[in-house]
């Protein structure tokens, strides 16, 4: 990796890795992070889906970190706070009133927490994230989600693709 590249950051009590465009772009190259292989959909998932989103969406960031006895490679898109991050599973969503068309922050899907210190448990820290942050409404029309959402953004403009 390029020196200055990577930025380590303790997030939750887990080590979570902030990758510049030059050190995404060899992650893409080499298929490695930290010589540990990446699977080829998370690759794609990265490359096609949460990077673009996060271009166009600067409160959105996309981390690396490791979890289990194996010290898997997993991504951690982050919603960025005032004072901390917030973790959040990025999920396709479409509006059942407008039919508008994106992807949706929910905190409260546990592999969002996989990697996490014992000090933090993932229960607490999704009870955390309900109390903390509202449930958001269709960016487009505001009818409420079937989920709970606390961030929404549009993704077609970058063309990703979204599977139904």
Same mark, same amino acid.
């Given at each position: 990796? *390029? ?16 990758? /510049?465009?030059? !050190? $995404?772009?060899?992650?893409?190259? /080499? ?30 960031? *996309? ?34 009133? &407008?039919?508008?068309?994106?992807? !949706? ?11 996490? /210190? %014992? ?7 999704? !009870? ?8 958001? %409404? &269709?960016? %487009? &029309? ?8 606390? $961030? ?13």
């Amino acid at each position: 990796m *390029i020196e200055g590249s990577v930025k380590k950051e303790l997030v939750d009590g887990q080590e979570l890795y902030f990758l /510049s465009a030059e !050190a $995404w772009q060899e992650v893409f190259d /080499s298929g490695q992070f930290q010589n540990k292989d990446l699977p080829k959909r998370l690759i794609d998932k990265i490359k096609k889906v949460e990077l673009p989103l996060s271009t166009k969406h600067r409160e959105l960031v *996309i981390t690396l970190g490791f979890f289990g006895a194996n010290r898997e490679v997993f991504s951690y898109p982050l919603l960025r706070g005032e004072n901390r991050y917030q973790r959040i599973y990025l999920e396709g969503v479409k509006c059942s009133n &407008c039919q508008w068309i994106g992807r !949706a922050g929910n905190p409260l899907v546990s592999e969002v927490y996989w990697g996490i /210190s %014992n000090d933090n448990p993932s229960n607490l820290l999704m !009870a955390s994230a309900r109390k903390k942050f509202p449930k958001i %409404n &269709c960016p %487009n &029309c505001s009818s409420p989600f079937d989920r709970f959402f606390i $961030w929404a953004g549009s993704v077609e403009e970058r063309g990703i693709q979204m599977k139904n």
